[in-house]
């Protein structure tokens, strides 16, 4: 069964508004969670590492400030994207470790008209 | 440099034989993980196997097994007794201990299993 849970799987909102994305471990702690983004047919680009109880690192070129990470718990990490634009229509897809594998939710499909 | 290399954008696999999935790695850690991944068309990543840089044994996980060349650097996936649940993306991710954040992926392979 999946041990990391993203919710929702699917998003259409308007533009300007913002959308909060959830991604929680379910049989394990994750002190940390990694955010990707992925374009059709593309690999996955990872965007921001959560930690928990701290501020989240993010990769060069993303924008802080536009996609909120909260990592409050050690089983849940959420993903806000703030005053969303149509180019940030993606899928996007949470991560988390057990160990030395890295389990994936399900992913968002997030449509901005 | 890329990290992950797989330069199978696509291939097709006749239902019951055996398919193997390239995928070649760079890296200067003498530390590091290799991983496959299944993405189905529902947008999942699903973990398949594992290997660690200095296991000593190719791992298997049922039809799953990662062909590993140490001094190649290569990791390829080897799926037996093909299925038509398979047909699916392939993406081969690497982790190297000294940044264990790091998580690298390849450009995929999409595979397609023909009845």
């Known amino acids: 069964g999946a041990v990391v849970s993203q919710h929702p799987s699917r998003v259409i909102c308007k533009s300007g508004t913002s959308v909060k994305i959830e991604c929680r471990s379910l049989d394990f702690q994750a002190t940390t969670m990694f955010w990707y983004r992925q374009f059709p047919k593309k690999s996955l680009m990872l965007m921001a590492t959560s930690n928990e109880g701290s501020k989240a690192t993010y990769e060069q070129g993303v924008e802080k400030d536009k996609f909120l990470i909260n990592h409050a718990s050690l089983t849940l990490s959420t993903l806000t994207v703030t005053s969303a634009h149509p180019e940030d229509s993606s899928f996007y897809i949470c991560s988390a470790g057990s160990n030395e594998k890295l389990f994936f939710g399900s992913g968002t499909q997030l449509s901005v008209l | 440099a890329q990290k992950i290399t797989q330069t199978q954008p696509g291939m097709f696999v006749q239902e019951k034989e055996a398919v193997t999935l390239d995928c070649t790695y760079d890296?200067?850690?003498?530390?590091?993980?290799l991983f496959w991944y299944k993405q189905p068309s529902s947008g999942e990543m699903i973990f398949l196997i594992y290997q660690g840089s200095y296991d000593q044994q190719n791992a298997t996980e049922g039809r799953y097994s990662l062909n590993f060349q140490k001094a190649r650097k290569s990791a390829n996936l080897v799926i037996s007794a093909s299925q038509l649940g398979d047909s699916a993306m392939y993406f081969c991710?690497?982790?190297?201990?000294?940044?264990?954040?790091?998580?690298?992926f390849g450009s995929g392979t999409k595979l397609n299993v023909k009845p």
């Open positions: 991710a690497m982790r190297e201990w000294t940044d264990f954040n790091k998580f690298y």
């Open positions: 890296t200067s850690d003498p530390s590091y993980g």
